[in-house]
């Protein structure tokens, strides 16, 4: 024992425990072990196993832990099913209530909450007691307020049902909170499926929920490996499912729930750039990362996990990290005075070590602070890696540990492509006190959430989630409660699923008008349909065409055969048309005026096209065109209206929530009127910036593939619309496996939508399929907000100021 | 002067025998200045959010209990420039402030805190210049120098010749340490030539006493303000560099500090000498005298946790320090009057 004299000599620092009695009493009182929560009980699970929960830092195991199996996830998803027509139908304000009531719970229980999550977790008491718990009260008083002004901001909305949520074991109460509380307060019900690690306090927040008079079955509890979390994926009774964890798996929820008509988000890993210029206020960089990749020890999804440098401050920046990291504190977790905490699990810490060690074979250099780590208990150093190329592994893989990487950049152009040099998009930090360099690299990094000289910032009303392989969907703001509700003009509509390949049921036409004016002397010339491709009219990479025939079977036209060349053409072509996305709104909006403006004149031709191919009628025809007309005017005059937003967080800053296009998109249109199906697919995503490859009906393509000469009229870019007419299932496939096509619509069969699904696993593209009738001509089901929404993705600048 | 602290402590200085008298200025290298580099002040950048995040942090990510509080409150009586600067001082007042600067806390305190022997002492006392004859004769034999606020304290408005007689007088009296302030103006107006020109003249009047600049941060307005003026107070030849009189309406901050500390640590690295800091004003618990200690510790090392080159100015803050010793030997909450008073 240190006596204060020989502390007064050496000014160490002393141990400076959080006890941990009451939570460990807690764990006691309740027989040291958990049942699943379900319909408001604790039940035993049917399935007679369960596993130990463990405290990382000692190895001792806490408490005994339920592991659900078939039948026990049945029963969750049937009391969420019980509990949702009432808990959807009570008043906005009475959710209110209750999501208050838990706010207010959850404070009232801070500390025991804070003490169990670093227990369970490891991590230290100074971040579940001044970060988790906080956050995880606040987004419960948030989305309060969202329950409460759900009617007047939602209107038309309804909740989507039964949601199925699986959480990762790094912020385990800060996740339930981030997925029940908008599920909640959006009326939906909820079957969470805590991590196998970190179970305790969603059990403990089980059993608030109950306190709280929260009705039976609006939340339930199983617990259990990856084994329960496929079980419930796989449900049938379940609605949507949001997972937050690593991009394996949520490839493979993608690939289990495609065709399942179950909605998604998923919010998975990242390895995101830290930038650093020269400009940057380099002692505040340093103690930026250590809250981007020394919090939580580094097992933080959106951790700032490569230190991207100007090459002319990165010794120097090098040398004051190095000397920081001298002073970080590893130790017990409830200690008060530690900076790092315990590795969850003994799989994570060895997946840490294999990395470094790969790292170190991969002739990157390696640094580890001077002091030793505790031995017992799962611990593992702050480490620096320089002298890493963009070609390691450990400059692409996601540690998910204190590894820090660091690269240099010359240019902003190259930090820039440095940054974006990764599959994954989720977070970005940028550090310069040049605010013009700053807000013009926040937009060119490919990620949900860009920090300016911060890091790992979050709050309620902002929201957070990635781009690219760190998945899709936004948790917090208005943004986030979206995932969470549907227009409810679906109600009705989901009945009229598509029979695969129907033909749409059309007022069958008794006119029959040929394709040329009647009564000329001479043959029609030939009209030959291309591709249009990079604002080219192309043959078909295949040299094949197809047969166009009138629903009496009568042959109309011939249009191209197009095939994987030719979509991969067309993306590239839209690739290079990255310039539209950039382009001012009123810009886009002008063209896109313009495309109305030159079609206006010839709706008679369009109708005649229309009638000739469907057979609809003239007078139905012509309406078609004139609604085709009027969605242009719509996109045209949403283009510089879907405006972002200026969060109100908790901060001196702003948090800018910035519409950003998407990318280069697939869009197969709908057979169901096939000029205004396709065009209020692609003047939308095109209006927000995206460049598109539209598939024509397959059916009737021919109004569609028309429609380049309106196009090559209107002074569209070359590249920002591409035509590819064919089979529609080939082209969709090549489409939605393509790793540089970032989103796919697709309107058309049950089966068509989950072959997109499925395929769309591979780089998690944002998928978007609907397999009922819309009636394109109503403007709530046809156009609008929901459209621009899919053609678009949030993602949330931080700016602190203050000089 | 006094540091029982800086010795081996297997040596000690058990049974009262004579502390080993060192003069400061004999045992660290003084800061002799170097050129006006502004080009190095235009490359200052401060990041005021990402300073304040990190001041918020100081104090939560580092704490200590029991003994190691007991000795870090000892180790922070021993940084106190223990400080009266009231209109109505008398040398009655001034002759208690030195009585308390000599025996901080009270005996039986120490003998079971077990420290008698580390002859606990306040690390200055700080006086207008009136007082300064007064206090250096109260603190005789001591060992514990008398600190004089200078230099047309607290506005810094003086004529200047007078801010030099002023300097002068004060060390004729006995000080041994001089703390001035700046001319706000000069740093407001960007005028860092004549700042650095007017720190120079303090600095060669002070000659052997050490010079302590006070910033008079709460009103600088900006920490880009702080940093640039920290640096040329540094370039100027100053032993420390101290951040308020007591008077400014913001007094020594977290932040303010660590941009303070942060220039210091940059002119450690770019000289190789060692300057001190002393935040001051408006420091009164003890638990924020830990948070500026952990500041210390963590920014720069366990050299900035001795008098040498870390002191804090206060006045009041003694009192609850002296509680919450009790409040650890006793184990039961302390009351102000138990306590002998300034």
């Given at each position: 024992m240190s006596t204060v004299p020989e502390i007064f000599e050496t000014m160490e620092y002393g141990p400076a425990p959080e006890s941990d009695a009451a939570a460990l009493s807690w764990i006691k009182q309740r027989g040291g072990q958990f049942g699943l929560f379900i319909g408001g009980q604790w039940v035993k699970a049917e399935s007679g196993q369960s596993y130990d929960s463990v405290n990382p830092a000692t190895t001792e195991p806490l408490a005994r832990i339920s592991q659900a199996g078939g039948a026990d996830v049945a029963a969750a998803v049937q009391a969420a099913r019980a509990a949702f027509p009432n808990w959807s139908s009570v008043p906005?304000?009475?959710?209110?209530?209750?999501?208050?009531?838990?706010?207010?719970?959850?404070?009232?229980?801070?500390?025991?909450?804070?003490?169990?999550?670093?227990?369970?977790?490891?991590?230290?008491?100074?971040?579940?007691?001044?970060?988790?718990?906080?956050?995880?009260?606040?987004?419960?008083?948030?989305?309060?307020?969202?329950?409460?002004?759900?009617?007047?901001?939602?209107?038309?909305?309804?909740?989507?049902?039964?949601?199925?949520?699986?959480?990762?074991?790094?912020?385990?109460?800060?996740?339930?909170?981030?997925?029940?509380?908008?599920?909640?307060?959006?009326?939906?019900?909820?079957?969470?499926k805590p991590a196998e690690f970190t179970p305790l306090t969603a059990l403990a927040f089980a059993e608030i929920t109950r306190d709280a008079g929260l009705p039976h079955g609006v939340f339930n509890v199983v617990t259990g490996d990856g084994e329960t979390g496929k079980l419930l994926v796989e449900h049938p009774d379940v609605d949507k499912i949001a997972f937050t964890g690593s991009t394996e798996v949520g490839r493979f929820i993608r690939h289990a729930t495609a065709g399942s008509g179950k909605r998604l988000i998923l919010e998975l890993g990242g390895k995101s750039p830290f930038v650093v210029f020269d400009d940057a206020d380099l002692d505040s960089v340093v103690e930026g990362v250590v809250d981007a990749i020394w919090f939580n020890q580094g097992q933080v999804c959106c951790a700032g996990s490569r230190l991207l440098v100007h090459e002319g401050i990165a010794e120097r920046l090098l040398d004051k990290l190095r000397a920081r990291m001298e002073k970080l504190r590893v130790g017990p977790p409830q200690d008060k005075a530690v900076d790092m905490g315990a590795i969850v699990a003994p799989v994570q810490l060895e997946r840490i070590r294999e990395l470094v060690n790969r790292g170190v074979e991969e002739g990157a250099a390696m640094w580890?602070?001077?002091?030793?780590?505790?031995?017992?208990?799962?611990?593992?150093p702050p480490t620096l890696f320089t002298n890493v190329s963009p070609a390691a592994t450990i400059a692409q893989v996601e540690i998910f540990g204190p590894v820090l990487v660091s690269m240099t950049f010359r240019t902003p152009a190259e930090a820039v492509e440095l940054a974006n040099n990764t599959t994954y998009g989720l977070a970005a930090s940028v550090w310069t006190e040049?605010?013009?360099?700053?807000?013009?690299?926040?937009?060119?990094?490919?990620?949900?959430?860009?920090?300016?000289?911060?890091?790992?910032?979050?709050?309620?009303?902002?929201?957070?989630?990635?781009?690219?392989?760190?998945?899709?969907?936004?948790?917090?703001?208005?943004?986030?409660?979206?995932?969470?509700?549907?227009?409810?003009?679906?109600?009705?509509?989901?009945?009229?699923?598509?029979?695969?390949?129907?033909?749409?049921?059309?007022?069958?036409?008794?006119?029959?008008?040929?394709?040329?004016?009647?009564?000329?002397?001479?043959?029609?010339?030939?009209?030959?349909?291309?591709?249009?491709?990079?604002?080219?009219?192309?043959?078909?990479?295949?040299?094949?065409?197809?047969?166009?025939?009138?629903?009496?079977?009568?042959?109309?036209?011939?249009?191209?055969?197009?095939?994987?060349?030719d979509i991969r053409n067309a993306v590239e072509a839209a690739h290079a048309a990255a310039a539209w996305g950039r382009d001012s709104s009123h810009y886009r909006a002008q063209i896109l005026y313009y495309v109305a403006e030159n079609l206006s004149p010839r709706t008679d031709e369009f109708a005649r096209l229309i009638h000739a191919m469907t057979r609809c009628g003239a007078e139905a025809a012509r309406h078609e065109v004139e609604a085709s007309i009027s969605r242009l005017f719509t996109y045209a005059a949403w283009a510089d209206k879907y405006d972002g937003a200026v969060h109100d967080v908790p901060l001196r800053g702003v948090t800018l929530a910035m519409n950003e296009p998407i990318g280069v998109m697939g869009l197969v249109a709908p057979d169901e009127y096939p000029l205004l199906g396709f065009i209020s697919l692609v003047a939308p995503a095109i209006a927000v910036g995206n460049r598109v490859v539209a598939v024509p009906s397959e059916v009737h393509p021919v109004a569609a593939a028309e429609l380049y000469s309106v196009l090559e009229t209107s002074d569209l870019p070359a590249g920002v619309v591409n035509i590819v007419t064919g089979s529609k299932d080939t082209l969709t496939k090549v489409l939605a496996e393509h790793a540089d096509v970032e989103g796919v619509w697709f309107f058309g069969s049950a089966d068509g939508a989950s072959e997109v699904e499925r395929a769309s696993a591979?780089?998690?593209?944002?998928?978007?399929?609907?397999?009922?009738?819309?009636?394109?001509?109503?403007?709530?089901?046809?156009?609008?907000?929901?459209?621009?929404?899919?053609?678009?993705?949030?993602?949330?600048?931080?700016?602190?100021?203050?000089? | 002067?006094?540091?029982?602290?800086?010795?081996?402590?297997?040596?000690?200085?058990?049974?009262?025998?004579?502390?080993?008298?060192?003069?400061?200025?004999?045992?660290?290298?003084?800061?002799?200045?170097?050129?006006?580099?502004?080009?190095?002040?235009?490359?200052?950048?401060?990041?005021?959010?990402?300073?304040?995040?990190?001041?918020?942090?100081?104090?939560?990510?580092?704490?200590?209990?029991?003994?190691?509080?007991?000795?870090?409150?000892?180790?922070?009586?021993?940084?106190?420039?223990?400080?009266?600067?009231?209109?109505?001082?008398?040398?009655h007042t001034v002759r208690r402030l030195c009585a308390k600067a000599r025996q901080p806390l009270r005996q039986d305190l120490l003998e079971a805190l077990g420290v008698t022997h580390l002859e606990i002492k306040a690390a200055a006392v700080c006086v207008y210049h009136r007082h300064v004859a007064t206090a250096v004769e109260a603190l005789a034999g001591s060992g514990i120098p008398v600190v004089a606020v200078s230099a047309g304290f607290p506005a810094g408005l003086s004529a200047f010749s007078q801010q030099l007689d002023e300097i002068h007088a004060s060390l004729q009296a006995g000080a041994r340490e001089i703390d001035v302030v700046i001319t706000r103006a000069h740093a407001l107006r960007g005028d860092w030539e004549t700042l650095y020109e007017e720190l120079r003249a303090f600095r060669q009047a002070c000659g052997d006493a050490l010079m302590k600049v006070i910033l008079a941060t709460g009103e600088l307005a900006t920490l880009s303000n702080v940093a640039r003026a920290s640096r040329v107070a540094l370039m100027a030849g100053a032993d420390f560099i101290k951040t308020s009189t007591?008077?400014?309406?913001?007094?020594?901050?977290?932040?303010?500090?660590?941009?303070?500390?942060?220039?210091?640590?940059?002119?450690?690295?770019?000289?190789?000498?060692?300057?001190?800091?002393?935040?001051?004003?408006?420091?009164?618990?003890?638990?924020?005298?830990?948070?500026?200690?952990?500041?210390?510790?963590?920014?720069?090392?366990?050299?900035?946790?001795?008098?040498?080159?870390?002191?804090?100015?206060?006045?009041?803050?003694?009192?609850?320090?002296?509680?919450?010793l009790e409040h650890f030997v006793t184990g039961r909450y302390s009351a102000a009057h138990r306590h002998p008073m300034i």
């Open positions: 906005g304000h009475a959710r209110a209530r209750h999501l208050y009531a838990l706010g207010r719970a959850v404070q009232k229980h801070s500390r025991l909450l804070a003490v169990l999550e670093s227990l369970d977790n490891g991590k230290p008491i100074r971040e579940t007691r001044d970060l988790d718990i906080p956050l995880v009260a606040r987004h419960f008083y948030h989305h309060a307020g969202w329950s409460q002004l759900l009617e007047t901001e939602f209107t038309g909305y309804v909740p989507v049902g039964v949601v199925g949520q699986i959480i990762p074991w790094n912020f385990p109460l800060l996740m339930v909170a981030w997925k029940v509380a908008p599920a909640l307060a959006a009326g939906n019900t909820v079957v969470l580890q602070p001077s002091w030793a780590c505790p031995t017992e208990g799962y611990f593992y040049n605010m013009n360099l700053a807000l013009d690299i926040a937009p060119r990094i490919k990620a949900g959430v860009v920090w300016i000289n911060s890091t790992n910032l979050f709050d309620a009303a902002s929201g957070f989630g990635g781009y690219r392989e760190s998945g899709f969907g936004r948790e917090g703001g208005r943004e986030g409660m979206w995932e969470y509700l549907r227009p409810d003009w679906e109600e009705g509509a989901g009945s009229a699923e598509r029979a695969p390949q129907a033909r749409p049921e059309r007022q069958a036409g008794t006119a029959t008008e040929p394709l040329s004016a009647p009564g000329s002397p001479l043959p029609q010339v030939d009209r030959t349909y291309k591709m249009f491709i990079g604002g080219k009219q192309c043959r078909p990479d295949s040299g094949y065409s197809r047969t166009v025939r009138t629903p009496d079977g009568q042959r109309l036209s011939e249009v191209g055969e197009g095939n994987r060349k591979s780089n998690l593209k944002r998928t978007w399929v609907d397999t009922r009738l819309r009636d394109w001509f109503d403007v709530r089901q046809g156009e609008g907000r929901e459209f621009l929404r899919e053609a678009t993705q949030v993602k949330n600048i931080w700016i602190p100021y203050g000089e | 002067m006094t540091h029982a602290t800086r010795g081996d402590p297997s040596k000690g200085t058990q049974g009262g025998k004579a502390p080993r008298t060192l003069h400061l200025a004999a045992r660290l290298e003084r800061n002799p200045g170097m050129p006006l580099d502004l080009e190095s002040l235009q490359r200052l950048r401060v990041n005021r959010s990402a300073v304040e995040r990190r001041a918020a942090t100081i104090p939560t990510r580092r704490t200590v209990k029991r003994e190691w509080q007991a000795a870090w409150l000892l180790r922070a009586i021993t940084c106190l420039d223990l400080t009266t600067l009231a209109g109505d001082d008398t040398g007591g008077r400014e309406p913001v007094n020594a901050t977290l932040p303010v500090g660590i941009v303070m500390v942060r220039a210091i640590r940059d002119y450690l690295e770019q000289t190789g000498v060692a300057t001190g800091f002393k935040p001051a004003g408006g420091i009164r618990t003890a638990k924020s005298a830990l948070s500026w200690l952990y500041l210390m510790k963590e920014e720069m090392d366990d050299r900035w946790l001795r008098p040498e080159l870390f002191r804090i100015g206060a006045s009041r803050l003694l009192s609850d320090i002296e509680r919450q």
